[in-house]
Structure formats: structure tokens, C-alpha cells
């Protein structure tokens, strides 16, 4: 698929608008042709909201807790029907899906495409691999290796999956090439506790608003809910200013499109006001 710049920015008089979308939906496990048309059912309420940027969920497509299923949902995006169908209905929106990418030598990945144009424009390929407690992401797929901006005419922006985000350097990195936002789209179990929050949505939150103030850009959190084998996942996805402040979040445990404008010329203001970027060093040394 080739893909051609045929995305528009809302222009609003004060500066460029982008209207984002996150649709916080569940997944059925292993089954990608039901995902597919959950998909294009979601494309289709974003487009009517006039959506410029729709992200989904980590692994979107296929369901989270693969295991054994995870090299029979496996799809090559440049020869894929499913690919190639939601890229077309993606039409003039930027759209962000999850799913399991073989590559041509047959390693998996666990990955994230950016549709727009008609075809796929940009692949974040997970950078960390939670294998820890109820994960088991290291025996199945092989790390990402490379970190890119995607790009959207009038803004660059990063793609971070979940675990990408609980190490600063990514998205460090992304804002110093010039990312206005950073895209995180997760599938991270839900834990409870005492507080009027579940306990990982406030991890979550205090991730991405700490990343919003230090690294001076918008934070998208993307997560999804349902239920899969024991576990079940919150939703909970938000918005933060790039001051680190939350403009929206999603309802709990319902699947939901969550619609906001944000104004790009925000990050120039505040990165004008609070240069921390400008004022990194490289230079210092120790410890040994």
C-alpha cells in the first residue's frame, strides 16, 4: 500500500487544532475478523465526530493475553486484507491500531500502525517487553529497536505501547526531535484498591502527567476494558495538557470515543515559557 498525504488539520484562527478520538473499546481474543469490524463500526462514529486522529488500544485487533494464539493472529501489514480494509475506511482521519506484525523473516512483533492516506504510514514496534508476573511478552515477541516521529501534516508526534512509557528515555527523545504529543496505547490490567481511583489508573495518570510537564508536550493514554482470561482492564483513558495538567478522561469499565480538540501552539507557548528541552545537557559525566 502506498500512502499519500491527504490528512487536514481543523486550521482554527489562532492556530492549528487537531481533533483526537480515543476509542476505548474491548477486544475478542484471537478472533481478528471480529476486531476488524468492531474497528470499522469505531472509525465510522469517529469520522462523525470529525476525528482527525483515532488511536486504539494496544493489540487492538487480536486481544491482549495471546500466548499459543500469538503466531496464528500474526498479519504482514503490506499484504494484509484486514490492513488494507481499515486503511481504506480510515480515509482522511489518521488512525492508530494495534496488532501482532511478522516481519519478512518471520520474527513478531507486538506493534502499532498508523493508517492514514490510504495505506500505512508509520510502525512503532514495542521497545520493552514486560516478562514479569502475568506477563509473558519475551517469550513470544522480539524487541523494537528503533525509534521514529510519526508524522501528520502541521504536527510530528511519537507512539509509545504501555510499557514503552514506564522508561523516560522514549519519550524523552521523541520530544527533543520535535514531538508535539506522545500517543501511548496500552492494554494494562486493572488493580483496585482503597482509593476513589483504581489503583492503576492513578500509576497511570502520575506516568503520564509527570511525562506531559517534563517533557512539555500533550500525553494521549489510550487503554481498553473487558475481560480476559482472569484479568480485566479498566479504561481510563485521558488526555493531559502539556503542562501536566488531565483535560479528559474516558469512564470507567465502558467502552467509549473520547473527542477533544487540542491546540498545537500550546506546546510553543509553554516551550517558550519553560525551555527544559532547550536546557538539556549531554555533558556531564559521573557516576562511574
Known amino acids: 500500500m502506498r500512502a499519500h498525504a491527504s490528512i487536514r488539520l481543523t486550521m482554527a484562527a489562532d492556530g492549528a487544532i487537531l481533533r483526537v478520538g480515543l476509542a476505548q473499546v474491548d477486544a475478542r481474543l484471537g478472533d481478528v475478523e471480529a476486531n476488524v469490524e468492531r474497528h470499522l463500526e469505531w472509525i465510522a462514529r469517529a469520522r462523525a465526530e470529525r476525528v482527525d486522529l483515532l488511536l486504539f488500544p494496544e493489540l487492538s485487533l487480536t486481544g491482549y493475553r495471546l500466548l499459543h494464539l500469538t503466531s496464528r493472529v500474526a498479519m504482514r501489514p503490506d499484504r494484509s486484507p484486514a490492513i488494507a480494509r481499515l486503511a481504506a475506511a480510515a480515509g482522511e482521519m489518521a488512525v492508530v491500531v494495534g496488532l501482532v506484525e511478522e516481519d519478512a523473516q518471520g520474527v513478531l512483533y507486538n506493534s502499532a500502525l498508523l493508517l492514514a492516506g490510504g495505506g500505512v504510514r508509520h510502525t512503532h514496534r514495542k521497545l520493552y517487553l514486560p516478562t514479569y508476573g502475568l506477563f509473558q511478552e519475551g517469550r513470544f515477541f522480539g524487541e523494537g529497536r528503533r525509534l521514529d516521529l510519526a508524522r501528520l501534516p502541521g504536527v510530528d508526534f511519537g507512539i509509545l505501547i504501555c510499557e514503552d512509557l514506564w522508561h523516560s528515555d522514549p519519550a524523552r527523545r521523541l520530544a527533543r526531535a520535535g514531538a508535539k504529543l506522545v500517543a501511548v496505547v496500552s492494554a494494562s490490567p486493572g488493580r483496585l484498591g482503597p482509593g476513589p481511583l483504581p489503583e492503576s489508573q492513578s500509576d497511570w495518570e502520575s506516568l503520564t502527567r509527570s511525562t ?14 473487558g475481560w480476559e482470561e482472569g484479568s480485566f482492564y479498566t479504561g481510563g483513558s485521558h488526555i493531559v495538557r502539556p503542562g501536566g495538567e488531565l483535560l479528559a478522561r474516558a469512564p470507567f469499565l465502558e467502552e467509549h470515543l473520547l473527542v477533544a480538540d487540542l491546540d ?16 538539556e545537557r549531554t555533558d556531564i559525566e559521573g557516576p562511574e
Open 212 to 225: 506531559a510537564l517534563l517533557n512539555t508536550c500533550w500525553v494521549l493514554y489510550c487503554g481498553r476494558v
Open 264 to 279: 498545537l501552539r500550546a506546546v510553543d507557548r509553554l516551550r517558550w515559557r519553560l525551555p527544559l528541552l532547550r536546557a
